[in-house]
């Protein structure tokens, strides 16, 4: 399910758990990256998060720097995103954490819909104008505009936290208790507030990022997760022998630690922010003038923007209705799809988010001179590069899904049940990332060509297809099946988009030789069965076959899985002339021979 992007503690990968900004990349053109998150940590904003579009940031060198920076950035966030998501498992268990999660997706969706859509696609490229036109630098300017943001936020936060049990009823299922409901709208008192912090953390990193400084934004996140982990350590701690938590016996103490905790890392990751502000020379003076803003034509500006954040909202609101149905039923449901779903965007945001980030300024470049064929080139290429590298990933996923979800996420409250029930929505998962990258590839083409509408437009049948799957799928599989359902809608709506993407930029920038990634995707399909089938078969004959009952199982299956997967991948792939991979193997030889 899209987004991110991501949460940090909670529900998506995304909340702030990790925002992943880039650099400036080639031409001062800033990237930030589609994994940006939202409130709460690790959260699992269904996908498709909104790919930010370029702005241009004023910035010199320093770009090496920055880039190794934001790497081990993001690589440490990631680390401690999971860290957190599966502490708060633990915590929590499967049913209590379950409506945690569903409370958690709220802050994010309200959200994208208030500030997250417009804020790279709109807000940061007018911050950028007016630092270069404005004598102070656009000082004043972004003086005025994070006033009216911030009391905005202010009172659209207050209004949703007063209206929490109104929005609680409209997400929760027929089908819950209403103990279950209740739990929801007690996290959601707690969790809501979060809008605010996020809303505001972003706007503080639009203006560092404009300034071109990109490490604050990167590693604040970190600083949320480390709040949240602590949380979930001194809640382990407190309340480990209560035994097995359910929403009928979950305290008001617990609830008020865990969902305090959350709100608390929120605030810690904006005011971690504030330093860097002071650094770049910017002064945060409070100027009410919003007729200065221009209003009028920022609304017109994020008008398609609007529109494909409220279409994936509204995927994300259904698929949230539909997993509450089995939630605290014994069966995976929304806990188990966010984790799922930050393991699938974890290996969007190594390998097709860096991909991007490194296509985007060359294809914005090539498309304003109207050169279409290099913007072709470099689609199919990337294309070609993301398919061959996130290829083994996949098959990992799909092969080693339950002991990955064992060795992750079972502990405490988090039973062997339950993670082998998240290992079935991993192995799903497997078929939806390279759709997945490929798409954003697809997107990015088109922010390149600055189509922002043809992406709205694109983006409307895609979501009636994931939506329609999604009831298509709760409607024939059984309550065990659900989440993996969920994520096999996801899957198939990245086809489609891809596949429709792909025709509409055909018919803008000319042939795209599809023929040539064709058979680069029938090379690495074949290389990937072969490390599947040898995956299985060393699986099936380890302790546990396949179903781990434990982390000790779980690693030893991991180790010679992963392994025997990755030798295989490579060695099929070679032999294959999968020029890609024949690549990356030569540039390392050719390091390990210095």
Same mark, same amino acid.
């Given at each position: 399910?899209?987004?991110e992007?991501?949460?940090?503690?909670?529900?998506?990968?995304?909340t702030?758990? *990790?925002? #992943?900004?880039?650099?400036p990349?080639?031409?001062?053109?800033?990237?930030?990256?589609?994994?940006?998150?939202? $409130?709460?940590?690790?959260?699992?904003l269904?996908?498709?998060?909104?790919?930010?579009?370029?702005?241009?940031?004023?910035g010199?060198? /320093?770009? *090496?720097?920055?880039?190794?920076?934001m790497?081990?950035?993001?690589?440490?966030?990631?680390?401690?995103?999971?860290?957190r998501?599966?502490?708060?498992?633990?915590?929590?268990?499967s049913?209590?954490?379950?409506?945690?999660?569903?409370?958690?997706?709220?802050?994010?969706?309200?959200?994208?819909?208030?500030?997250g859509?417009?804020?790279?696609?709109?807000?940061?490229p007018?911050?950028?104008r007016?630092?270069?036109?404005?004598?102070?630098g @656009?000082?004043?300017?972004?003086?005025?505009?994070?006033?009216f943001?911030v009391?905005?936020?202010?009172i659209?936060?207050?209004?949703?936290?007063?209206?929490?049990?109104?929005?609680t009823?409209?997400?929760a299922?027929? /089908?819950?208790?209403?103990?279950?409901?209740?739990?929801?709208t007690?996290? &959601?008192?707690?969790i +809501?507030?979060?809008?605010?912090?996020?809303g505001?953390?972003?706007?503080?990193?639009?203006?560092?990022?404009?300034?071109?400084?990109?490490? &604050?934004?990167?590693?604040?996140?970190?600083?949320?997760?480390?709040?949240?982990?602590?949380?979930?350590?001194?809640?382990?701690?407190?309340?480990?022998?209560?035994?097995?938590?359910?929403?009928?016996?979950v305290?008001?103490?617990?609830?008020?630690?865990?969902?305090? /905790?959350?709100?608390?890392?929120?605030?810690?990751? &904006?005011?971690?922010?504030?330093?860097?502000?002071?650094?770049?020379?910017?002064?945060?003076?409070?100027?009410?003038?919003?007729?200065?803003l221009?209003?009028?034509e920022?609304?017109s500006?994020?008008?398609?923007m609007?529109?494909?954040?409220?279409?994936?909202q509204?995927?994300?609101f259904?698929?949230?209705?539909?997993?509450?149905?089995?939630?605290?039923?014994?069966?995976a449901?929304?806990?188990?799809?966010?984790?799922?779903?930050?393991?699938t965007?974890?290996?969007?945001?190594?390998?097709?988010?860096?991909?991007?980030? &490194?296509?985007?300024?060359?294809?914005?470049?090539?498309?304003?001179?109207?050169?279409?064929?290099?913007?072709?080139?470099?689609?199919t290429?990337?294309?070609?590069?993301?398919s061959?590298?996130?290829?083994?990933?996949?098959?990992?996923?799909?092969?080693?899904?339950?002991?990955?979800?064992v060795?992750?996420?079972q @502990?405490?409250n988090y039973?062997n049940?339950?993670?082998? #029930?998240?290992?079935?929505?991993?192995?799903?998962s497997a078929?939806?990332?390279? $759709?997945?990258?490929?798409?954003?590839?697809? =997107?990015?083409?088109?922010?390149?060509?600055?189509?922002n509408? =043809?992406?709205? +437009?694109?983006?409307?049948p895609?979501v009636?297809?994931?939506?329609?799957?999604?009831? +298509?799928?709760?409607?024939?599989?059984?309550?065990?099946?659900?989440?993996?359902g969920?994520?096999?809608?996801?899957a198939?709506?990245?086809?489609?988009?891809?596949?429709?993407?792909?025709?509409?930029?055909?018919?803008?920038?000319?042939?795209?030789?599809? @023929?040539?990634?064709?058979?680069?995707?029938?090379?690495?399909?074949?290389?990937?069965?072969?490390?599947?089938?040898?995956?299985?078969?060393?699986?099936?004959?380890?302790?546990?076959?396949?179903e781990?009952?434990?982390?000790?199982?779980?690693l030893?299956?991991?180790?010679?899985?992963g392994?025997?997967?990755?030798?295989?991948y490579? /060695?099929?792939?070679?032999?294959l002339?999968?020029?890609?991979?024949?690549?990356?193997?030569?540039?390392?030889?050719r390091?390990?021979?210095?």
């Amino acid at each position: 399910m899209e987004e991110e992007a991501r949460v940090n503690g909670g529900l998506y990968r995304s909340t702030h758990a *990790t925002p #992943d900004r880039e650099p400036p990349a080639e031409d001062g053109v800033t990237v930030i990256s589609v994994d940006d998150q939202i $409130p709460g940590g690790d959260q699992a904003l269904p996908p498709e998060k909104v790919p930010p579009a370029p702005g241009t940031a004023s910035g010199d060198g /320093g770009t *090496t720097g920055q880039s190794a920076i934001m790497a081990i950035g993001s690589l440490v966030s990631r680390i401690i995103g999971f860290v957190r998501n599966a502490l708060i498992g633990m915590a929590l268990g499967s049913g209590v954490g379950d409506a945690y999660t569903s409370a958690q997706f709220l802050p994010g969706q309200i959200y994208e819909l208030l500030l997250g859509g417009i804020l790279s696609s709109v807000l940061i490229p007018l911050l950028v104008r007016r630092r270069k036109a404005d004598p102070d630098g @656009g000082q004043e300017f972004t003086q005025k505009l994070l006033t009216f943001a911030v009391a905005t936020l202010g009172i659209a936060t207050v209004l949703v936290v007063i209206a929490a049990p109104v929005i609680t009823a409209i997400q929760a299922s027929d /089908g819950n208790t209403d103990e279950y409901k209740n739990l929801v709208t007690n996290f &959601a008192y707690l969790i +809501l507030p979060i809008i605010f912090f996020t809303g505001l953390s972003a706007l503080i990193g639009a203006v560092l990022n404009v300034r071109g400084h990109f490490a &604050a934004p990167m590693w604040a996140p970190i600083l949320n997760n480390i709040v949240v982990i602590a949380t979930c350590g001194v809640f382990l701690a407190a309340f480990s022998s209560d035994g097995k938590l359910t929403p009928e016996t979950v305290t008001p103490a617990q609830i008020l630690l865990i969902g305090g /905790g959350t709100l608390l890392g929120m605030v810690v990751q &904006a005011a971690g922010l504030l330093p860097a502000l002071r650094k770049v020379g910017f002064r945060w003076k409070f100027r009410w003038d919003p007729r200065a803003l221009g209003l009028r034509e920022i609304g017109s500006l994020a008008g398609w923007m609007l529109c494909y954040v409220a279409a994936n909202q509204v995927a994300v609101f259904v698929v949230v209705r539909i997993l509450n149905e089995v939630a605290g039923k014994g069966s995976a449901s929304v806990l188990a799809f966010n984790n799922v779903y930050l393991l699938t965007m974890m290996a969007h945001g190594i390998i097709g988010v860096s991909v991007m980030t &490194a296509l985007l300024p060359k294809m914005s470049a090539a498309a304003a001179d109207g050169r279409y064929a290099e913007v072709s080139a470099d689609l199919t290429r990337g294309i070609k590069l993301v398919s061959a590298a996130l290829a083994p990933i996949a098959v990992v996923y799909g092969v080693l899904g339950a002991p990955i979800s064992v060795f992750l996420f079972q @502990g405490g409250n988090y039973t062997n049940d339950a993670a082998l #029930d998240t290992g079935t929505v991993l192995t799903v998962s497997a078929f939806a990332v390279l $759709p997945l990258s490929i798409s954003y590839l697809c =997107t990015y083409a088109f922010y390149s060509l600055q189509g922002n509408k =043809t992406v709205a +437009l694109i983006n409307l049948p895609v979501v009636a297809v994931r939506i329609g799957a999604y009831f +298509l799928l709760a409607a024939v599989l059984s309550e065990s099946l659900s989440a993996a359902g969920m994520t096999a809608a996801n899957a198939v709506s990245y086809v489609i988009s891809a596949v429709i993407s792909l025709a509409v930029l055909r018919r803008r920038i000319g042939r795209l030789n599809l @023929g040539s990634v064709a058979v680069s995707l029938i090379k690495v399909a074949v290389a990937a069965a072969v490390a599947a089938a040898l995956g299985v078969l060393v699986v099936s004959l380890l302790p546990g076959s396949g179903e781990p009952d434990g982390r000790v199982e779980a690693l030893v299956q991991l180790i010679a899985g992963g392994a025997v997967i990755l030798v295989a991948y490579l /060695g099929a792939a070679l032999a294959l002339r999968v020029s890609e991979v024949s690549q990356v193997v030569g540039m390392v030889r050719r390091k390990l021979g210095r």
